[in-house]
Nanobody, 119 residues
Framework: QVQLVESGGGLVQPGGSLRLSCAAS????????MGWYRQAPGKQRELVAS???????NYADSVKGRFTISRDNAKNTVYLQMNSLKPEDTAVYYC?????????????WGQGTQVTVSS
């Protein structure tokens, strides 16, 4: 079975930085897209950033210039470097992968990691 394992969340002060990691494992034939979503209390889950195999990226306007998504295809791992963090970045961050496993293409989700930005 495919699993996405996230790490790197925590508590930081405004202006600080964190790097999130998400490693996909299992019977993976191909990963088309990996991305990060976040969900704050009482709000809808939203796309933060995504990256395809060719390294084309997409960012939410709210994080452009502050966050950087990258991908290590050999390790089936995606990263999210978060700089200049703001209190409004506080949320549970979820890793997502659109991938091919056992001849079926599906979306998979990580368990989520809490990011809290507070003084």
């Amino acid at each position: 079975q495919v699993q996405l394992v996230e790490s790197g969340g925590g508590l930081v002060q405004p202006g600080g930085s964190l790097r999130l990691s998400c490693a996909a494992s299992g019977s993976i034939l191909n990963i088309y897209t990996m991305g990060w979503y976040r969900q704050a209390p009482g709000k809808q889950r939203e796309l933060v950033a995504s990256i395809i195999v060719g390294s084309s990226t997409n960012y939410a306007d709210s994080v452009k210039g502050r966050f950087t998504i990258s991908r290590d295809n050999a390790k089936n791992t995606v990263y999210l470097q978060m700089n200049s963090l703001k209190p409004e970045d506080t949320a549970v961050y979820y890793c997502n992968a659109d991938l091919l496993s056992n001849w079926r293409r599906n979306n998979y989700w990580g368990q989520g990691t809490q990011v809290t930005v507070s003084s």
